[in-house]
């Protein structure tokens, strides 16, 4: 399961004085525009890569409102000038990768303006604040203790699983299923041999397919401690910290091991936040420390105080992932979008679970299960919960407006075909046949190797 090597270093990323300094070519090259192209064209192209760039530099300095205005006129820019080229020319997919690039960036700016969240974390990719990298003097470094609670409110225990899916609630990913259950009933039962157990697993595939799910059904059912993690605790603003907290994230599993005698598995989520390639030269320099040390701890994995530990990484990009993580990977094991059959079990298994709350009557006699599964090609299991929710919701409003108008409280009813119709036409799929192409190309081309 490897990927084929292309490394370059990335240009300009050296340490001076401890600061780590942003890339200076944090965007992509800019297609270099043939002079059959009107001077016009030429020009507004120059002014967006203009805006562009200086979309990068401020949010580098911390200016994102600004950042995200340049953005938005590099975008406009963009597209205009796609209209008068060739769609099928290079300089035209050129144009529209960077675009998409763009577009990204801004969501992202976006984000860090209206959640305040730590740009660093959300720009692994290059433009972080330099100051913001650098501990404050009169900050201390966090102590190994703190950082060790951090990740241990990250577990849980069987208590706190009892209201997750079980294992058997789970449909389909059969193959996952069993090959996270022998690895970890493998490390239980031979601890001796438990060295020789696939207990490095990356679980991949569309978002809502069951990937968390179904690793925190496995910890309930082979009754092993959860600790779900996700990519944002390992990634700080201060220079170093990460790699102490990968450290504390697998000292913290291996002491939760010994102190239980259980298994233990650290769920990583969207890893690929953290281990995506190092070839792109707008991986950050504090992002490619946090992977060195999480590639020199898998190195050190099947060390005796690592047994009975399984790390399962889960993203829904795997093709994005370092090379040198995935060969320490003992294997890629695909969560795929449930077929008609599966999606049938997983509506049936989640309106069997509903009936248990006192705001549910059940369905009504004129559903045809049945049918909604073929309907529902292309949806998920998070997307065909959703529609039983908003089904379900459908009934609240009704009694809601008959209150408004008549103010009369009617009783809650069954769901009925109408409110399922209702649902559908509100949620469609979001996965489109070529996402899930490039899964299954994936898949084909990681069990090749
Ligand atoms: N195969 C399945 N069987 C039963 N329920 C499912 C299945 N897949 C998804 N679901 C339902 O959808 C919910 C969301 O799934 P989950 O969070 O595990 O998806 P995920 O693959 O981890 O998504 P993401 O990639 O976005 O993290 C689950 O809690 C469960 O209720
Ligand atoms: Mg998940």
Same mark, same amino acid.
């Given at each position: 399961?490897?990927?084929?090597?292309?490394?370059?270093?990335?240009?300009?990323?050296?340490?001076?004085?401890?600061?780590?300094?942003?890339?200076?070519?944090?965007?992509?090259?800019?297609?270099?525009?043939?002079?059959?192209?009107?001077?016009?064209?030429?020009?507004?192209?120059?002014?967006?890569?203009?805006?562009?760039?200086?979309?990068?530099?401020?949010?580098?300095?911390?200016?994102?409102?600004?950042?995200?205005?340049?953005? &938005? %006129? *590099?975008?406009?820019?963009?597209? !205009? $000038?796609?209209?008068?080229?060739?769609?099928?020319? =290079?300089?035209?997919? /050129?144009?529209?990768?960077?675009?998409?690039?763009?577009?990204?960036?801004?969501?992202?700016?976006?984000?860090?303006?209206?959640?305040?969240?730590?740009?660093?974390?959300?720009?692994?990719?290059?433009?972080?604040?330099?100051?913001?990298?650098?501990?404050?003097?009169?900050?201390?470094?966090?102590?190994?203790?703190?950082?060790?609670?951090?990740?241990?409110?990250?577990?849980?225990?069987?208590?706190?699983?009892?209201?997750?899916?079980?294992?058997?609630?789970i449909v389909g990913l059969?193959?996952a299923?069993?090959?996270?259950?022998?690895?970890?009933?493998?490390?239980?039962?031979?601890?001796?041999?438990?060295?020789?157990?696939?207990?490095?697993?990356?679980l991949y595939g569309p978002p809502g397919t069951g990937k968390t799910a179904l &690793? %925190? *059904?496995?910890?309930?059912?082979? !009754? $092993?401690?959860?600790?779900?993690?996700?990519?944002? =605790?390992?990634?700080? /603003?201060?220079?170093?910290?990460?790699?102490?907290?990968?450290?504390?994230?697998?000292?913290?599993?291996?002491?939760?091991?010994?102190?239980?005698?259980?298994?233990?598995?650290?769920?990583?989520?969207?890893?690929?936040?953290?281990?995506?390639?190092?070839?792109?030269?707008?991986?950050?320099?504090?992002?490619?420390?946090?992977?060195?040390?999480?590639?020199?701890?898998?190195?050190?994995?099947?060390?005796?105080?690592?047994?009975?530990?399984?790390?399962?990484?889960s993203t829904n990009?795997?093709?994005?992932?370092?090379?040198?993580?995935?060969?320490?990977?003992?294997?890629?094991i695909y969560a795929d979008p449930p077929?008609?059959?599966d999606r049938?079990?997983i509506?049936?298994?989640?309106?069997?679970?509903?009936?248990?709350?006192?705001?549910?009557?059940?369905?009504?006699? !004129?559903?045809?299960?049945?049918?909604?599964?073929?309907?529902?090609?292309g949806y998920t299991g998070r997307e065909l919960?959703?529609?039983?929710?908003?089904?379900?919701?459908?009934?609240?409003?009704?009694?809601?407006?008959?209150?408004?108008?008549?103010?009369?409280?009617?009783?809650?009813?069954?769901?009925?075909?109408?409110?399922?119709?209702?649902?559908?036409?509100?949620?469609?799929?979001t996965i489109?046949?070529?996402e899930i192409?490039?899964f299954?190309?994936?898949?084909?081309?990681?069990?090749?190797?």
């Amino acid at each position: 399961m490897t990927r084929p090597h292309n490394r370059r270093t990335a240009k300009g990323l050296s340490k001076v004085n401890g600061v780590l300094p942003t890339p200076t070519k944090p965007t992509p090259n800019f297609p270099h525009f043939e002079i059959k192209h009107s001077a016009s064209l030429r020009e507004s192209l120059v002014i967006g890569n203009q805006n562009f760039k200086e979309a990068y530099r401020l949010s580098k300095v911390g200016k994102l409102r600004e950042s995200k205005e340049a953005f &938005a %006129k *590099a975008i406009g820019i963009f597209t !205009d $000038a796609l209209q008068q080229i060739d769609p099928k020319s =290079q300089e035209a997919t /050129r144009l529209r990768n960077i675009r998409s690039k763009a577009v990204l960036d801004m969501k992202r700016v976006e984000q860090a303006i209206g959640e305040g969240q730590l740009i660093s974390s959300l720009f692994n990719v290059g433009f972080v604040n330099p100051q913001s990298q650098l501990r404050p003097a009169g900050v201390d470094d966090e102590s190994e203790d703190k950082l060790e609670a951090q990740f241990s409110s990250s577990i849980s225990d069987n208590k706190k699983l009892v209201d997750e899916l079980s294992i058997n609630e789970i449909v389909g990913l059969d193959s996952a299923k069993s090959e996270l259950r022998t690895a970890i009933e493998f490390n239980k039962v031979f601890p001796e041999y438990a060295t020789d157990a696939k207990t490095r697993i990356v679980l991949y595939g569309p978002p809502g397919t069951g990937k968390t799910a179904l &690793a %925190k *059904a496995v910890a309930k059912d082979m !009754d $092993a401690v959860f600790m779900n993690v996700s990519s944002d =605790q390992l990634v700080s /603003r201060y220079f170093g910290e990460s790699k102490q907290k990968v450290n504390a994230m697998f000292n913290v599993a291996k002491k939760k091991q010994k102190e239980t005698g259980k298994p233990v598995i650290i769920f990583l989520d969207e890893v690929d936040d953290i281990a995506k390639s190092r070839d792109n030269e707008n991986v950050h320099e504090a992002t490619k420390g946090i992977l060195n040390r999480l590639i020199a701890e898998l190195d050190g994995f099947n060390n005796a105080d690592s047994k009975n530990i399984t790390l399962i990484a889960s993203t829904n990009k795997p093709w994005t992932l370092d090379s040198a993580f995935l060969q320490r990977m003992d294997q890629a094991i695909y969560a795929d979008p449930p077929d008609k059959e599966d999606r049938l079990d997983i509506l049936k298994i989640h309106i069997e679970k509903m009936k248990k709350q006192n705001d549910f009557a059940g369905i009504d006699k !004129d559903v045809n299960i049945r049918k909604l599964a073929s309907l529902t090609e292309g949806y998920t299991g998070r997307e065909l919960k959703k529609i039983i929710d908003k089904a379900k919701k459908n009934v609240k409003d009704e009694m809601m407006t008959i209150y408004m108008t008549t103010g009369q409280k009617s009783k809650l009813r069954p769901v009925n075909q109408i409110d399922f119709n209702n649902a559908l036409s509100e949620i469609p799929p979001t996965i489109s046949r070529r996402e899930i192409e490039r899964f299954e190309r994936f898949s084909i081309y990681s069990k090749k190797k």
